[in-house]
């Protein structure tokens, strides 16, 4: 969704089948600061990839993160705690530090009673005018309320969103416009919560299901039990 969203592909796919061609510039990303809300397994594996692809700097904060538990992170996925210059492969900062200094905040935060609402309208003022927020966490994690305020209104680049407070989308959602990028607007992009949503996962839920029941009728142990 970063390249998506940075590469304005939705909106030019629109442009180029209604007949027209090129209406704006992508954003590069080479070089840019990625901030990582959540350095757990899955925001250290996104870390890694645009480390690998792009040479981004990536700067990262969770509510119990330090510097020794990024740097070892950073070392369990086959990175070096810092590069040839002293900086810190994964730097540890603190949360309005990455808002202030991200050009992508990208999140990977479990929901909570305390992560609720834990991007609003103070993240929303720290962050660049330039800079673009994608959430394929889970929706309560961005206050719907603050989100509106700063696209309609331009206060960021871009926003990208996976998950949604309400899923499926209201049909009467003030997200589902087509005005977005227009007119002094923040680009949206916006998918129904595809994270997961592929056909080798899915084949194997349902595969698992179907020999979980076999398994319950014929009193033996079951695959994967959680309780």
């Not at 810190?88 to 603190?94: N, S």
Request: charged share 25%.
């Amino acid at each position: 969704m970063i390249l998506a969203l940075a590469r304005n592909v939705a909106d030019d796919d629109t442009t180029i089948k209604a007949g027209g061609w090129q209406t704006g510039m992508a954003i590069g990303l080479s070089g840019k600061t990625l901030g990582i809300v959540g350095l757990g397994r899955l925001g250290a594996a996104v870390a890694r990839i645009w480390i690998l692809a792009f040479g981004m700097k990536i700067v990262c904060w969770s509510a119990n993160l330090d510097q020794e538990k990024a740097d070892s992170m950073a070392e369990s996925l086959g990175l070096p705690r810092e590069d040839e210059f002293g900086d810190r492969t994964f730097r540890c900062v603190d949360k309005q530090e990455l808002f202030k200094t991200a050009d992508i905040v990208s999140l990977h935060y479990v929901l909570s009673e305390r992560s609720y609402g834990i991007v609003s309208a103070p993240e929303f003022a720290l962050m660049k005018p330039e800079s673009l927020l994608v959430n394929t966490s889970r929706g309560p994690l961005v206050d719907e309320k603050a989100a509106l305020e700063a696209t309609t209104h331009g206060k960021i680049r871009g926003l990208a969103l996976d998950v949604f407070d309400v899923e499926p989308l209201p049909a009467n959602s003030p997200w589902r416009s087509d005005s977005w990028g227009k007119e002094g607007r923040s680009r949206v992009l916006l998918t129904p919560h595809m994270g997961y949503v592929e056909e080798g996962i899915m084949n194997t839920w349902y595969a698992e299901t179907a020999e979980n029941v076999e398994r319950w009728l014929q009193g033996k142990e079951l695959l994967h039990r959680l309780v």
